[in-house]
């Protein structure tokens, strides 16, 4: 009898442990490199011109005037009211001293709404190269304290009782316009140097000092 014919079991080959290693497809590094450079001609495409820059500078400067022109305008108003006092007009005195009271306290963001608003202001973009953040934080510190202390002194003077007294009160006064016309100097660079670069000649907010 010839012997029965073995037959082996089938070949299972062994199982791989851990996770299957996905390639990433070409196409899809393809489609990140047209992104990409779509984004770069997109950028490049919209950065703006300096006509463009120069009619953003010259909205920035009107809504940097609406925030402060109150104040501004009031400083100017206690000046030419403490001056007429001065120059000997003591009949105007408890006008003055009012005025005074009155454009002081406007002075301060917790009375001033457009001074409050502007505290939050944000500058354009396409104006990002020129330090205008920093303009406009001087701008608030030229308002208050600067400008408010500047008023509180002169009342101080227009009140004091004794030479002594208005004196020192005058020497305080002329240490705080001082420390005002500064910060008006400081904010003048930066809006000038701006409208040089931008090649703008919009008028700039009226700061008295």
């Given at each position: 009898?010839?012997?029965?014919?073995?037959?082996e079991p089938p070949f299972v080959p062994l199982r791989h442990t851990g996770w299957a290693t996905h390639r990433t497809p070409l196409w899809v590094f393809a489609a990140v490199i047209v992104l990409i450079g779509g984004v770069?001609?997109?950028?490049?495409?919209?950065?703006?011109?300096t006509a463009q820059r120069a009619?953003?500078?010259?909205?920035?400067?009107k809504d940097v005037n609406a925030g402060i022109e109150s104040c501004a305008g009031g400083t100017r108003d206690s000046m030419t009211a403490f001056n007429k006092v001065?120059?000997?007009?003591?009949?105007?005195?408890?006008?003055?001293?009012?005025?005074?009271?009155?454009?002081?306290?406007?002075?301060?963001?917790?009375?001033?709404?457009?001074?409050s608003d502007f505290a939050a202001y944000q500058v354009t973009e396409?104006?990002?190269?020129?330090?205008l953040?920093?303009?406009?934080?001087?701008v608030i510190t030229w308002a208050f304290p600067d400008a408010l202390n500047v008023q509180q002194d002169?009342?101080?003077?227009?009140?004091?009782?004794?030479?002594?007294?208005?004196?020192?009160?005058?020497e305080t006064l002329t240490a705080a316009l001082a420390a005002m016309d500064a910060q008006r100097t400081a904010i003048y660079g930066i809006w000038r140097n701006a409208e040089k670069s931008v090649g703008s000649s919009a008028a700039l907010p009226f700061l008295p000092a």
């Amino acid at each position: 009898m010839d012997s029965p014919t073995k037959t082996e079991p089938p070949f299972v080959p062994l199982r791989h442990t851990g996770w299957a290693t996905h390639r990433t497809p070409l196409w899809v590094f393809a489609a990140v490199i047209v992104l990409i450079g779509g984004v770069v001609v997109v950028s490049l495409s919209h950065k703006p011109s300096t006509a463009q820059r120069a009619g953003d500078l010259s909205g920035y400067l009107k809504d940097v005037n609406a925030g402060i022109e109150s104040c501004a305008g009031g400083t100017r108003d206690s000046m030419t009211a403490f001056n007429k006092v001065q120059a000997g007009d003591k009949a105007d005195l408890s006008a003055a001293l009012g005025i005074l009271a009155y454009n002081a306290q406007n002075c301060s963001p917790a009375n001033n709404e457009p001074l409050s608003d502007f505290a939050a202001y944000q500058v354009t973009e396409s104006l990002a190269q020129f330090p205008l953040d920093k303009a406009d934080n001087d701008v608030i510190t030229w308002a208050f304290p600067d400008a408010l202390n500047v008023q509180q002194d002169m009342t101080a003077v227009l009140k004091a009782g004794t030479p002594a007294q208005r004196a020192t009160a005058q020497e305080t006064l002329t240490a705080a316009l001082a420390a005002m016309d500064a910060q008006r100097t400081a904010i003048y660079g930066i809006w000038r140097n701006a409208e040089k670069s931008v090649g703008s000649s919009a008028a700039l907010p009226f700061l008295p000092a």
